[in-house]
């Protein structure tokens, strides 16, 4: 039998290197996935918010799962939702800087909640989409103010609004979005 013997000076230094490349990779990771960016620049680097009036809060919206842009027809198993930085502001002047940081075109819709009604609980028309007719404003101009033809991913939009108090409902419309779960709640104090 041939017995080996390992200095300990060899494992201490395969220990530190092997700690090394796994800490390079986690923060290449972190970084790659917006970590290290500020929430006034897009997740690409495209474009930045300009400083916003009011009360901001930064909503990210995201897809997980294959995607068109991967060679797959759609979502294919994968999770869409809306995050909110925070979700009770003052009333008066909010802004939402709203950035997209999933792989297709999204929105973001602000439509008030009535009394009783809870986040999610829209009914989605044959068009795949729920209704507008009461919305407050939305952001989807790519890099840019207001409304557009929706958010590209990895960039940002934004929107300023005079809120009163209530509850209020953000959603991504676009076809099969609400219904893929892109929405949370806003509450106005």
């Not at 990210?60 to 979502?75: I, T, V």
């Not at 009914?123 to 101009?141: F, H, I, M, Q, R």
Request: net charge negative.
């Amino acid at each position: 039998m041939i017995e080996v013997r390992t200095h300990p000076r060899v494992v201490a230094t395969a220990i530190v290197v092997a700690l090394v490349l796994a800490a390079g990779s986690t923060i290449t990771l972190a970084f790659m996935g917006g970590a290290f960016r500020s929430p006034a620049s897009a997740p690409n680097g495209a474009c930045s918010a300009p400083s916003l009036p009011g009360t901001v809060v930064d909503v990210e919206l995201a897809n997980m799962g294959r995607s068109g842009a991967m060679g797959g027809g759609g979502m294919m198993g994968g999770t869409m939702r809306v995050v909110a930085s925070r979700h009770d502001v003052n009333a008066g002047t909010v802004s939402l800087r709203v950035a997209n940081v999933g792989s297709l075109v999204h929105e973001l819709v602000v439509l008030p909640l009535a009394a009783g009604e809870q986040v999610g609980s829209r009914p989605v028309g044959t068009d795949a989409k729920v209704s507008e007719d009461a919305s407050l404003g939305e952001a989807s101009n790519t890099c840019g103010a207001g409304s557009g033809d929706g958010i590209d991913p990895g960039a940002l939009g934004w929107v300023t609004l005079t809120l009163g108090r209530g509850t209020y409902e953000l959603v991504c419309n676009l076809a099969g979005h609400y219904a893929a779960g892109m929405y949370t709640e806003l509450r106005v104090n």
